[in-house]
């Protein structure tokens, strides 16, 4: 079905990068992107410090939309990558496709569906089960339809499984997702919250019943592919003033959970975080409030993370140091602060932290779950810590070096 270590390097992705690169490159969508590299500076305004990473993000966001919209016929569905770094495929360089607010733990796939016809789902967990996973049906608006989880999917000996989708329903079937007239897409999440050990389930796509028609023709690929830039570009925009129109370090507001394509299970803390000078940091004190995951990871106002694989443009729980009760406490510093939890930012005095817990007993977030942030200069957080012992430089080389390598097998 795919490589083994890399269960997103299937044929189908192969073939379908390489031709999102050749319509990327067409004069008609050259031509739409600098109509919406303007737009969106208008309509963004940007700060100094937001437009010094506007032309890495935008080529990402951009060629995101259209790795997106050549996976959008539902009568000939594809399982499809749509959120990954920059890579080489054979001779050809692989742009970047980050995009809304993108979570770097997960690998985000996606299959467009109809309501009129029946799908089957076929896969295989590894044998290190994701400790999230979630097929999650949407409809056009990125509201759900309908959810499974991995943790509940029926698998056998060897960890294949099948997810029938239709408008029946379940009976005796397991692993069954009933959809509704308006059902348009899968989008799935696997989180890897060990880089290094954790790998996507394996998954391909079967449309039950012959084909009402041919394909798609790439001139309406193309029509499609501009569509969906002008629209990632104003979503973008959309969701980051979620956090931008609020004051500065305030981490106070939930994401609705139902709607714009946030998970069902997960709760979602955003706000907009400034840094007034290189003497500053933001301490975050994390209260896991029963959840078993964790991340905290920096996005530029484009809506794309930053420097994840070099730097610690994000961390999760597995990657972090925790305190006695279990808390977390993470520093958001320009320079090394000498903490294990450093959220470095890239070089960036601005951005949006999207924290996000999930994986609750129950599904139910304790009441204590939450964040307090506090701006400090340095001088007065190291003396807050005084006495404690100091992660040294040898240690952070050391923590990037793994980190960096347990990011390869994704690239390759």
């Not at 999917?153 to 079937?173: H, K, N, Q, W």
């Not at 923590?399 to 390598?405: C, E, N």
């Amino acid at each position: 079905m795919s490589v083994a270590n890399n269960p997103i390097n299937t044929e189908q992705q192969r073939q379908h990068e390489r031709y999102a690169v050749e319509l990327f490159n067409t004069p008609e969508l050259i031509k739409v992107r600098q109509q919406v590299h303007d737009y969106w500076l208008d309509l963004a305004k940007p700060s100094a410090v937001a437009a010094s990473c506007f032309d890495a993000a935008f080529e990402e966001v951009m060629f995101a939309a259209v790795i997106w919209a050549l996976n959008q016929d539902p009568l000939y569905p594809k399982v499809i990558t749509i959120t990954r770094l920059a890579h080489a495929l054979d001779e050809i360089q692989i742009p970047g496709s980050r995009w809304g607010i993108d979570n770097p733990d997960s690998v985000y796939r996606v299959i467009p569906i109809s309501g009129d016809h029946r799908y089957q789902i076929h896969g295989r967990v590894a044998k290190r089960r994701l400790l999230e996973n979630y097929f999650t049906l949407w409809d056009k608006d990125m509201r759900t339809v309908g959810l499974l989880s991995g943790k509940d999917l029926v698998v056998d000996a060897d960890g294949f499984f099948t997810i029938t989708v239709d408008a029946d329903e379940a009976g005796s079937r397991p692993n069954h997702i009933q959809t509704d007239h308006t059902a348009h897409e899968f989008y799935i999440r696997d989180v890897i919250a060990d880089w290094q050990l954790d790998r996507p389930n394996e998954l391909r796509v079967e449309r039950v019943g012959a084909a009402e028609r041919e394909p798609r023709s790439r001139q309406q690929d193309i029509q499609l592919a501009s569509e969906y830039m002008q629209k990632w570009a104003t979503n973008t925009t959309r969701w980051n003033n979620q956090a931008m129109n609020r004051a500065p370090n305030d981490f106070s507001f939930t994401i609705d959970r139902d709607t714009d394509g946030a998970l069902r299970n997960q709760v979602y803390i955003m706000g907009h975080f400034v840094l007034p000078s290189h003497d500053h940091v933001i301490v975050l004190d994390i209260d896991m409030g029963g959840a078993e995951y964790f991340i905290a990871p920096i996005t530029n106002l484009w809506g794309t993370s930053n420097e994840i694989v070099e730097r610690n443009g994000c961390l999760n729980q597995a990657q972090s140091i925790a305190n006695a009760d279990g808390s977390y406490q993470f520093v958001l510093a320009l320079h090394d602060p000498g903490v294990a939890n450093w959220l470095d930012p890239s070089d960036m005095t601005e951005g949006i932290l999207t924290l996000r817990w999930a994986e609750f007993v129950n599904d139910q977030a304790g009441e204590s779950l939450g964040v307090k942030s506090r701006l400090l200069t340095i001088t007065e957080f190291n003396n807050e810590r005084a006495g404690q012992p100091v992660f040294t430089l040898e240690q952070r080389q050391q923590q990037l070096v793994a980190r960096a390598a347990s990011y390869q097998w994704r690239l390759a």
